[in-house]
């Protein structure tokens, strides 16, 4: 299956500063790039997707930025609020196998008031 | 609203019980998955299923089974559950074809062996 590696595990900022989690993958054919949110106790839920034909897509306060030569995206939080604090996970699916869904380790995010 | 239904949400059992853990939806989707989460740590793949003829193995599959009994229900059993097998579950569902996207999780179930 994909591997899949994700950086920082856990990530503390101020409210108001940016805060960025990046995802690595090995297949070289993948084409679809969702980043998941986790609340304390609640279900994982996506906050964005990209897919392989852009670089970058924006949602008000959150971003994610693909690199396909490096084999890694990002997502970028502005302006980050408490209510952002959560667990965050990459999930980069692979063409090889397109329903073999595998998830990075996950990324926990605080911010601090 | 389409969803997806966990039951139990809670369960607490003993070594070597048998265990079954269900799924169903209301989404209308193809596919289905069952992953573990244990604390501090992501979601790991048990099994997954394309559709009702169709399972296949995931990252941990050792010591779980399942049965896709229908399109909308994905059932995970525990044939004799042990401690390390103490964990919180979801079920996810997403749908089939070439724009392979986003999948859609149940509440979680969490089991407790003693």
């Known amino acids: 299956g994909e591997n899949v590696e994700q950086h920082p595990s856990t990530l503390s900022v101020q409210e108001g500063d940016s805060a960025v989690i990046k995802c690595t993958y090995s297949?070289?054919?993948?084409?679809?790039f969702p980043w998941y949110k986790q609340e304390l106790g609640k279900r994982p839920q996506l906050i964005i997707d990209?897919?392989?034909?852009?670089g970058e897509k924006k949602d008000q306060r959150i971003a994610v930025t693909l690199n396909k030569t490096a084999k890694h995206f990002s997502l970028h939080i502005t302006e980050t609020q408490p209510e952002d604090s959560a667990v965050y996970f990459c999930?980069?699916?692979?063409?090889?196998?397109?329903?073999?869904?595998?998830f990075g380790a996950g990324t926990r995010l605080t911010v601090k008031p | 609203d389409a969803d997806v239904t966990q039951t139990p949400r809670n369960r607490i059992t003993k070594t070597g019980k048998r265990i079954m853990l269900e799924c169903s939806q209301t989404?209308?989707?193809?596919?289905m998955y069952w992953y573990r989460q244990d604390p501090g740590l992501g979601l790991r793949l048990i099994y997954y299923s394309f559709d009702v003829k169709d399972i296949n193995k995931g990252e941990i599959s050792d010591g779980y089974s399942v049965s896709r009994q229908a399109q909308a229900k994905f059932s995970l059993s525990l044939e004799s559950a042990i401690p390390n097998q103490t964990a919180l579950y979801f079920c996810a569902t997403g749908k089939a074809g070439e724009n392979t996207g986003e999948l859609f999780f149940g509440e979680g179930s969490r089991l407790t062996v003693l």
């Open positions: 999930a980069p699916v692979g063409t090889y196998n397109n329903n073999d869904m595998r």
């Open positions: 990209i897919r392989s034909n852009v």
């Open positions: 297949d070289s054919a993948s084409n679809y």
């Open positions: 989404k209308g989707h193809d596919r």
